[in-house]
């Protein structure tokens, strides 16, 4: 089976950085992902990384490493908006490439 | 955004009540699945399909059954709503197979009592 684990609960201030992290532990990684998820409305994708290294999308940035079986979503210049889960997903080639979902970390952020 | 929607959107039924939920999707993509999101337990896949009348069992399949007739379909079937299958259930979608990018839908709040 597979093992994700993330941060239950994080708090940061609007214009601020916040890393969310994820590790896992899985036979067959074949691609990780990372969705957003606003109370009460369906998860958004993200990001995808296959691939060690730092894919950016504006102000948003994952980050990979197999070796570590570790990731991280980066928020850089928060806004209020960007108060919602962030869902860390790795999808397993041993499991016919299904997607495992960690738990999830509600990120509020403050003025 | 992709064209899936699911009804209905919320639903409050009684033990032992069959229940349908529909997703419907206007992409024409290969692969669609269900899923349900518990507190402390993130989304959990109860059933994928991987083209018409072809699907397979997730994580967490028992006390669910799954059908499609069409590409655009997807049902999901509690032949006898339990308690514990009170959740929010996410319809995905995926293009072509298991390792593109999948797609919410807006998901169905179910409430079994």
């Known amino acids: 089976g597979q093992n994700i684990d993330q941060p239950t609960e994080m708090t940061a201030t609007e214009g601020a950085i916040v890393q969310i992290n994820c590790t896992y532990q899985t036979s067959g990684f074949n691609g990780l992902f990372w969705y957003q998820q606003h109370a009460g409305e369906a998860p958004t994708f993200l990001s995808y990384n296959v691939l060690d290294g730092l894919e950016e999308k504006g102000r948003f940035s994952s980050f990979l490493s197999r070796s570590k079986g570790y990731s991280y979503l980066l928020l850089k210049e928060l806004q209020m908006k960007d108060s919602a889960s962030y869902l860390c997903a790795v999808r397993d080639q041993a499991a016919g490439n299904k997607l495992t979902f960690g738990g999830g970390t509600r990120v509020l952020v403050k003025p | 955004d992709a064209g899936i929607t699911q009804s209905p959107r919320h639903k409050v039924t009684e033990t032992g009540t069959p229940v349908t939920l529909r997703c419907h999707q206007t992409?024409?993509?290969?692969?669609m699945y269900w899923y349900r999101q518990d507190p402390g337990h993130g989304l959990r896949l109860i059933h994928y399909s991987y083209g018409v009348k072809d699907t397979d069992k997730g994580e967490v399949s028992d006390g669910y059954s799954v059908s499609r007739s069409k590409t655009e379909d997807f049902l999901l079937t509690l032949e006898s709503a339990t308690s514990s299958q009170t959740s929010v259930y996410f319809c995905?979608?995926?293009?072509?197979?298991?390792?593109?990018?999948?797609?919410f839908g807006p998901g169905t709040r179910l409430t079994v009592l």
């Open positions: 995905a979608i995926s293009e072509r197979d298991a390792t593109d990018t999948q797609y």
């Open positions: 992409e024409n993509h290969r692969y």
